[in-house]
């Protein structure tokens, strides 16, 4: 019996020793924080009585992981309330563990849970550009713009939430087709429309017109100055000034200004139609001019809305007119003129011509529809390249013109497929004779012929293409 007495007191001394060490270490070891479901860093999930004493955790390296964030707790599992007896060391329990006295052994022990902060909210993705949203499919733009609105933010409520682009932008990519036709102006449609009301729309000849009509109608850069050139007189140089200018200025409706630059006393304001008696030295005589009406007082208008400012008279001039005047002249009136015309003599040497090729940006070569006429405007055309004109040659149109009616002595059509070879095609332009032109009176375009006019209006769209170009003098 004394041996077992021993056993046993033996064995519950070295249990009190067991517990008085696992106390003092758990003293030391700071507590373990409690999950969301209300277990330790064990993982038992109980709580209470039956809780796992807390283990020493080795230290671990600090994860760069965002925290998750944990679900909401159950109510009865928010907060436990253990009331332990006061004491001065570890108590044991019914189930064999030991409980850590509290720090304030007075009040009941409360252990409250430890909540991981919440995760930051993501953002929302930032409105596509108006491109990217146009490229979408359908079925995606939908569905993002009928998305529901994250919380905290309020609904979209417009277009501009997808995209910065406008309603009003994108309609100028929606086809419009016209509801009326345009009737026909001439021929068996126009008829047709008058008896019948059934609109043929344009002939393609109408159509063709309209376009020619549409490339005269460019916008010229800055003051545009076109010369009109010929070696031998007789070729009708004044002629196709006047009509140029006033196919230009019919169909443009701007300022356009046609200016004598003939040293040998020329007619363009007879042929144009003569208002005024002031020339072009009087002009520079008046050093007054700061506005267009000023100008207009020295100039003649014409039916078709063409300015004509004619030289001096021949048998008054003290001089002939020079390279400084044709300067000086254009110096004032490019400022209120959209596009000058200069009708100039015979001849390329003369100082007024030199004048004239020194400033205009298109020239016009006119030649009779003759042997002799067709090496005239050979001799030029090879004159401006050799003597650096090059750019204006590119830019240059040559005028064929019947001056006599009747068959001619050469091959028109062999002539203008010569001349092609130095011109760009559709710049050598075959004008037929003209009854209106050859009586020598004033030319009124309405009173040319069809055919004449149609040539003078494909001269003023080709040399119209060269408005825009920005090789220019």
Not at 236 to 259: C, E, F, M, N, P
């Amino acid at each position: 019996m004394s041996a077992d007495y021993d056993r046993l007191f033996h064995s519950s001394g070295a249990s009190d020793a067991a517990d008085e060490e696992t106390a003092a270490h758990r003293e030391s070891t700071p507590p373990m924080p409690v999950n969301a479901s209300g277990s330790g860093a064990g993982g038992s999930g109980y709580t209470g009585e039956h809780a796992a004493p807390p283990m020493p955790i080795a230290p671990t390296q600090t994860s760069t992981a965002p925290p998750t964030a944990a679900p909401p707790p159950r109510p009865s599992e928010v907060t436990s309330q253990i009331p332990v007896t006061p004491s001065t060391g570890p108590q044991r329990v019914q189930n064999g563990l030991l409980r850590t006295p509290q720090a304030n052994p007075g009040a009941g022990a409360r252990f409250e849970q430890q909540y991981a902060a919440p995760a930051p909210q993501q953002r929302s993705a930032p409105a596509p550009a108006p491109s990217q949203h146009f490229n979408e499919a359908p079925e995606t733009a939908w569905s993002q713009a009928n998305a529901p609105a994250p919380t905290g933010q309020p609904a979209p409520t417009s277009a501009a939430t997808i995209g910065n682009h406008r309603a009003i932008d994108a309609l100028s990519h929606v086809g419009v087709r016209s509801a009326v036709k345009m009737p026909s102006q001439r021929g068996w449609r126009h008829w047709l429309y008058m008896f019948t009301r059934i609109n043929m729309g344009p002939s393609p000849d109408e159509i063709y017109e309209m376009d020619l009509q549409a490339r005269v109608r460019r916008n010229a850069r800055d003051s545009y100055q076109i010369g009109v050139f010929g070696l031998k007189g007789g070729v009708g140089k004044t002629a196709v000034t006047v009509a140029l200018g006033s196919a230009l200025s019919r169909v443009r409706g701007d300022r356009i200004l046609a200016i004598d630059a003939d040293p040998d006393g020329g007619n363009l304001a007879d042929r144009a139609g003569r208002q005024s008696a002031a020339t072009v030295s009087d002009l520079l005589s008046d050093k007054e001019l700061s506005r267009y009406n000023d100008i207009r007082a020295y100039t003649s208008m014409n039916a078709a809305n063409l300015e004509v400012l004619s030289s001096e008279e021949y048998s008054a001039a003290r001089r002939e007119f020079n390279d400084d005047d044709w300067k000086a002249a254009v110096g004032v009136v490019s400022r209120y003129y959209n596009l000058v015309l200069a009708d100039c003599g015979a001849g390329l040497f003369t100082p007024s011509s030199r004048g004239v090729l020194s400033t205009v940006s298109g020239m016009v070569i006119v030649a009779s529809a003759s042997i002799d006429g067709a090496r005239q405007a050979a001799v030029t055309m090879d004159w401006l390249r050799q003597n650096g004109y090059q750019d204006l040659l590119g830019r240059s149109c040559v005028v064929i013109n019947h001056v006599t009616p009747g068959k001619t002595n050469i091959d028109v059509d062999d002539l203008v497929q010569q001349f092609e070879r130095h011109v760009a095609p559709g710049r050598v332009v075959v004008l037929p004779w003209d009854k209106h032109i050859a009586a020598g009176t004033e030319i009124q375009l309405d009173l040319l012929g069809q055919t004449f006019q149609r040539r003078i209006l494909e001269l003023a769209a080709s040399l119209s293409d060269d408005f825009d170009r920005l090789e220019r003098r």
